[in-house]
């Protein structure tokens, strides 16, 4: 399994120096990856659970590829119905460019209906829309000169260049965990990026599904890459509340063998979601206390085997 974390990009104390500590430290340290999140505007709906200031995404990870050097960067995840695939196509595929071929693109439907409705766009009609624009962004970046007619959006010779530095593509997580999310993870993903589930979830009904959609599909199932959160707790929590990722160390090295006999490729630390310290300025520490435990007691960061 390959690690990362999510960065902490919005919240009082925010700022880029924190940022820039933040992916320095985990490229030091040796973990792969650090993603971001996307909103694109902050209404009260938003601010309510991330808090200004918000950094913008896109900006946020060119700017940090040119301040770092081995470390993957991307998102978890790309609310894709805010950008038209003309546009998330370029981004994306300039940014691999930049970075090197460092991207990974997560993608999700967003949540929050006020943002739909600054934007234009139909919240309830969210899902059919971002799986259309998915499909016009994998073609953007596959072709040199594109036309498409669909239901949601249509153009003629379009270009997106540079391409990616990625072939074909840089990797595509897919969020979500409702069955639509699930399939559009085996139509359209690399891999499948559920958040915040219990281990119980994963096992008994997450990957059960993702394998009978992939087989009537006749698709490859995608790889497994959670989000979990990161907080070790100095007693066990109960079993009956707590997600993976947050528990006594014991707990926490259960979760990460349960994930790896599931067959997860890709883990993502969130040491900021369900931290009561989240806001802070005790988070900073107790976050990076937290992953060096990880990397120093639970996980061998540089062959992905746990210890």
Not at 109 to 134: H, I, K, N, Y
Not at 271 to 294: I, V
């Amino acid at each position: 399994m390959k690690f990362g974390v999510k960065l902490p990009q919005f919240g009082p104390g925010t700022d880029p120096d924190l940022m820039l500590r933040w992916a320095r430290f985990a490229e030091a340290i040796g973990f792969d990856f650090v993603l971001t999140g996307d909103h694109t505007a902050l209404t009260p709906e938003v601010l309510q659970d991330y808090p200004a200031p918000y950094y913008e995404p896109f900006t946020t990870m060119a700017w940090l590829a040119g301040k770092t050097r081995r470390i993957k960067l991307g998102f978890t995840v790309i609310v894709v119905p805010h950008k038209h695939p003309s546009l998330l196509a370029h981004l994306t595929s300039t940014l691999d460019q930049l970075s090197g071929g460092r991207l990974i693109v997560g993608v999700g439907v967003g949540w929050a209906e006020s943002e739909f409705d600054v934007l234009g766009m139909p919240f309830r009609q969210r899902g059919a829309v971002t799986d259309e624009f998915l499909a016009a962004v994998k073609l953007l970046w596959e072709n040199d000169t594109v036309s498409f007619d669909g239901h949601y959006v249509s153009f003629t010779d379009v270009t997106v260049s540079p391409r990616p530095l990625q072939s074909p593509h840089p990797p595509v997580w897919v969020g979500g965990s409702s069955k639509r999310a699930i399939r559009r993870a085996v139509l359209h993903g690399d891999a499948w990026h559920p958040i915040g589930a219990t281990i119980d979830w994963l096992r008994e009904k997450g990957m059960p599904e993702i394998r009978r959609i992939a087989e009537a599909e006749g698709r490859p199932v995608p790889a497994l890459a959670p989000r979990i959160w990161c907080r070790i707790t100095e007693k066990p929590l109960s079993e009956d509340t707590r997600v993976a990722g947050e528990g006594s160390l014991d707990q926490v090295r259960h979760d990460l063998e349960q994930l790896q006999e599931l067959g997860a490729e890709h883990v993502l630390l969130d040491t900021k979601r369900n931290s009561p310290t989240a806001g802070s300025a005790r988070h900073l520490e107790e976050a990076w206390r937290a992953l060096t435990t990880l990397a120093h007691e639970l996980v061998d960061l540089e062959t992905g085997t746990l210890r």
